[in-house]
């Protein structure tokens, strides 16, 4: 399974095209849409460099969602591909997410379980808080 056209483009969309390396708000040095393997502070890429980076990093998402034991529908992997792209898919395979998926794909409170996901530093971020809200709509689109 992959991720669709519009999570794609939502993906693009929280994460923004940045040509030269920055330090996100974690404090991970970052380029092109959210690219962090390998990035140095002096890196530029152009956007289809960031094009081929997103692709790579989607690929690594898919591995990690992979070990989920259950029935996908195209919305929750969407959702969870946004979630591991953003977080790492370390937190997303230790989180009561995934269990709550794998115990009951259709529990209703998955999507409380998406939004605790908003803190950087203990702080609340606003685009955290609107990917997530993003990702608990997008899950439950295709039951």
Not at 45 to 59: K, P, R, V, Y
Not at 92 to 106: P, Q
């Amino acid at each position: 399974m992959k991720a669709s056209k519009e999570a794609i483009e939502a993906i693009k969309r929280f994460e923004g095209f940045r040509s030269s390396a920055y330090l996100c708000p974690s404090g991970i040095i970052t380029i092109g849409y959210g690219h962090t393997r390998g990035v140095r502070l002096n890196m530029k890429c152009s956007e289809t460099e960031a094009s081929i980076f997103l692709q790579q990093d989607l690929e690594v998402c898919y591995k990690t969602l992979r070990q989920v034991h259950v029935t996908w529908t195209q919305g929750m992997w969407d959702a969870c591909t946004s979630f591991v792209f953003n977080l790492g898919g370390s937190h997303f395979l230790g989180s009561r997410l995934r269990k709550k998926i794998e115990f009951n794909a259709e529990d209703p409170s998955i999507k409380d379980e998406f939004k605790k996901w908003v803190f950087s530093k203990g702080v609340v971020l606003k685009g955290l808080k609107v990917r997530r809200e993003w990702e608990a709509k997008r899950y439950y689109q295709s039951f």
